[in-house]
Nanobody, 115 residues
């Protein structure tokens, strides 16, 4: 079974940037849609960004123009470049296929944005 491992989170001031990585133990990203999700304390997990197999993308309205999803098929890795971070972006970030499959949820990576 393919495992997904997220990394790159941390503490950053508002207006700063982070790049998250999601490494897969197998080659699932090249043949599937993939998404980044996040869950803030007390809230449901929500979709942040989707990268379709054909290369198209979708973003949550709250991150449009600030976040960019990309992938490196050779490295079996998906990235989320996050710019102009806001305190409301504070959450645990996860990657998964799109639509999400429960067997692929990993530990996530914590992103904390201070004001």
């Amino acid at each position: 079974q393919v495992q997904l491992v997220e990394s790159g989170g941390g503490l950053v001031q508002a207006g700063g940037s982070l790049r998250l990585s999601c490494a897969a133990s197998g080659s699932i990203f090249s043949s599937n849609n993939v998404g980044w999700f996040r869950q803030a304390p007390g809230k449901h997990r929500e979709m942040v960004a989707i990268l379709y197999r054909g290369g198209g993308t979708d973003y949550a309205d709250s991150v449009k123009g600030r976040f960019t999803i990309s992938r490196d098929n050779a490295k079996n890795t998906v990235y989320l470049q996050m710019n102009s971070l806001k305190p409301e972006d504070t959450a645990v970030y996860y990657c998964n296929k799109w639509p999400a499959n429960s067997i692929y949820w990993g530990q996530g990576t914590q992103v904390t944005v201070s004001s």
